[in-house]
């Protein structure tokens, strides 16, 4: 647990490999995702917060970086490393180190880094540091029932389905109430099979 106890939310994690880089979220890169958020509304579609237009993109960073600051979450921009461009976000939250667990998730990518191979990427290492650096147990998902993109993602990439939400929180601009799905990994799976798997589809791409 020593290792845990000295994580420092205050830290520049940069997290990569030869295609993608994630950093830490910055107030500056409100510039960096502005043509996402009036180009690209589309992509908060089945979000809890969207980031479309500008002023709810600044309410989106400022959120994560508080977040980041209570030491709940630690918010990432995504990079594409083969073409230099910024490709969306993507973090940890719900971090909970006395349970061993935390929550993946917040991750969106503009329409260019869809369906790349992008996101088993970031996947990969996001997972990688949760199971091998931060030593979590569990790392769960969560996505809209209907957000069928999302869930094949996940599943893409060894998630277990655990089971449905009823009624769990409002839908995004409307009066209506979403059904979220639970989808997780475990550190003995990740260990015993799901590491080498995604690894073997990130090579193979």
């Known amino acids: ?16 490999d030869d295609i993608v880089l994630l950093r830490p979220l910055q107030h500056s890169d409100f510039e960096n995702l502005l043509y996402f958020a009036l180009n690209e509304p589309e992509i908060w579609t ?15 960073i400022n959120l994560a970086i508080q977040a980041r600051e209570n030491k709940t979450e630690f918010p990432f921009i995504v990079i594409d490393k083969k073409t230099g461009r910024y490709a969306g976000s993507t973090r940890f939250y719900d971090i909970n180190f006395p349970f061993s667990s935390l929550q993946l998730g917040y991750t969106w990518y503009g329409k260019d880094f869809q369906g790349t191979g992008l996101n088993k990427h970031c996947k990969f290492l ?69 590491r080498q798997r995604l690894l073997d589809k990130i090579n193979n791409k």
């Not at 647990?1 to 990569?16: C, G, P």
């Not at 979000?47 to 600044?58: C, H, M």
């Open 1 to 16: 647990m020593a290792l845990i106890k000295e994580f420092d939310f205050s830290q520049n994690l940069v997290l990569e």
């Open 46 to 60: 089945f979000s809890s917060i969207a980031a479309s237009g500008s002023e709810n993109l600044k309410n989106y």
């Open 126 to 194: 996001m997972l990688q540091f949760a199971f091998e650096v931060l030593k979590m147990e569990r790392v769960e998902f969560r996505a809209d029932s209907n957000n069928a993109k999302s869930i094949a993602a996940m599943k893409s990439i060894g998630c277990q389905v655990e089971g449905i939400l009823r009624s769990h929180m409002p839908k995004l601009n409307s009066d209506d109430r979403r059904d979220s799905i639970i989808l997780s990994i475990l550190k003995n799976e990740w260990e015993e099979g799901a």
